[in-house]
């Protein structure tokens, strides 16, 4: 039975059910070569059946020098990873979300933005988003970033809806803002995205315990397809990413964990949880105002 033909009887026998595939990857810094594997794990999603698959952050190039990305950079109307993802997603019948590219923007400054896509069967863009919180930290003497030098940030939430489900769309460091997610889920979201590449550092401490916090927070699944292992570059200094894709479900749980390598990790989401639980936890119905904090 062809793969197309699987998922759509999944979909007969188990309406409430989406089944989800996270690829996990290690982008270089060369935009043709992570299309090329991207790809081919995306048609892999798909041939397992998989009706959503979703990519990680920056997919078409991870690079730490300005100078080569304002180089292999392209606008999204030219932007090579865009349409030929788009092409996958029509090809395979499936809804894709590509976590996010950097792109170069028009918006008068210089800076690229952070730009995740969401695709649907007919590989036509619905929504946009682009990345709000910018990663200006110092993790450590030898691991700085100041990714708001580079990237403008974007000033919109996005929630899209998908046959019906409620996305909310986030990137990486936005996990670190609740408020945007609790935003979200009010609006409508039962599902949301967090495309990454988190520090190694970071990851290894806060990862699993933030996407389970907002998560729980929400009462909404929460899928995190990330970057991992070592990412090669032809210019400038490399980086590692954590990895550890992962999907969580309304109560908290943990259903997929990606690992350190790359690969798909497929997991089956039951829709029904989203209103189980927050019939169970009304917590999104209880904000109370209350006066500034002095």
Request: proline residues 5%; hydrophobic residues 40%; glycine residues 8%.
């Amino acid at each position: 039975m062809p793969w197309n033909a699987r998922a759509n009887l999944i979909r007969l026998l188990r309406p409430d059910v989406l089944r989800v595939g996270l690829i996990q990857t290690t982008s270089s810094d060369c935009p043709e070569e992570n299309l090329s594997t991207v790809k081919g794990l995306v048609a892999e999603a798909a041939s397992k059946s998989a009706a959503f698959v979703l990519t990680p952050e920056v997919t078409n190039c991870v690079s730490m020098s300005r100078r080569h990305q304002a180089s292999v950079l392209q606008t999204e109307n030219e932007d090579i990873t865009l349409s030929g993802l788009r092409e996958s997603a029509l090809e395979h019948d499936i809804w894709l979300l590509i976590g996010s590219l950097a792109l170069k923007d028009n918006g008068g400054d210089g800076r690229f933005v952070n730009r995740s896509f969401l695709i649907n069967p007919r590989g036509e863009i619905v929504a946009r988003y682009d990345k709000i919180h910018m990663f200006d930290v110092s993790i450590s003497a030898t691991e700085t970033y100041r990714e708001s030098d580079g990237y403008r940030p974007g000033n919109k939430a996005a929630l899209a809806d998908m046959d019906g489900i409620g996305l909310g769309m986030t990137i990486c460091y936005d996990l670190r803002f609740p408020r945007l997610f609790r935003d979200l889920a009010q609006a409508g979201a039962a599902i949301l995205t967090v495309p990454s590449a988190f520090s190694p550092e970071t990851g290894a401490a806060h990862w699993e315990i933030l996407l389970r916090a907002r998560a729980i927070e929400t009462g909404s699944f929460v899928l995190a397809p990330a970057q991992c292992g070592t990412h090669s570059a032809s210019e400038g200094r490399g980086r590692k990413t954590y990895g550890h894709s992962l999907a969580v479900d309304p109560w908290g749980r943990v259903l997929a964990d990606g690992g350190d390598l790359t690969g798909i990790t497929m997991v089956d989401l039951n829709l029904a949880a989203v209103d189980d639980v927050r019939a169970r936890l009304p917590s999104l119905s209880h904000d109370r105002p209350y006066g500034p904090v002095k």
